[in-house]
């Protein structure tokens, strides 16, 4: 392996170190109060007491991101077991099946990559409704093929 890539390993897991980190710490803080409104800091810049500024009604923004992280990340985390189990699941049954089986699970997984991933999520999420579970369960759905072409090869 080359050097920039070894290097571009390294920064992009400090990077996922430092989200993890911020991530934990605020679901460790959830029992603060949320930012309170100040109205006379409307739609301030970046810098200066707020590191990535503020909303229209003056809270700061990096505190509202820091305190959506760990959501988020449990979101992702969710999807993607589902899209592990699912993918290496199938991957595992079209590589140790032959013939007619196998065709079926390259077939379905081609035509799971070739539907539109925001057409489907739209149409689940109206049918399900708007929840983390059904948000969960579609990322998870949609991207279950990517983890069965890996594991097939």
């Known amino acids: 392996m080359s050097r920039s890539r070894i290097q571009n390993g390294v920064a992009g897991a400090v990077l996922t ?16 109060p949320p930012p309170e409104m100040d109205l006379f800091a409307r739609l301030t810049p970046p810098g ?7 909303d229209q ?31 290496v699941s199938a991957g595992l049954l079209a590589a140790e099946f032959d013939g007619v089986p196998r065709r079926i699970i390259l077939q379905t997984v081609n035509l799971t990559l070739s539907f539109p991933s925001l057409v489907a999520a ?4 109206a049918i399900l409704g708007q929840s983390a579970g059904a948000v969960i369960l579609v990322l998870g759905l949609l991207a279950w093929p ?3 072409r890996v594991v097939y090869a």
């Open 48 to 54: 200066g007491t707020t590191l990535l500024g503020s």
């Open 122 to 125: 739209m149409a689940a999420v």
């Open 146 to 148: 990517l983890f069965a």
């Open 17 to 32: 170190g430092a989200v993890l980190l911020a991530a934990s710490v605020m679901f460790l803080a959830v029992a603060l």
């Open 57 to 87: 009604l003056g809270r700061p923004i990096l505190a509202r991101v820091l305190a959506g992280a760990p959501w988020s990340l449990g979101v992702a985390f969710a999807a993607n077991a589902i899209s592990l189990v699912l993918g």
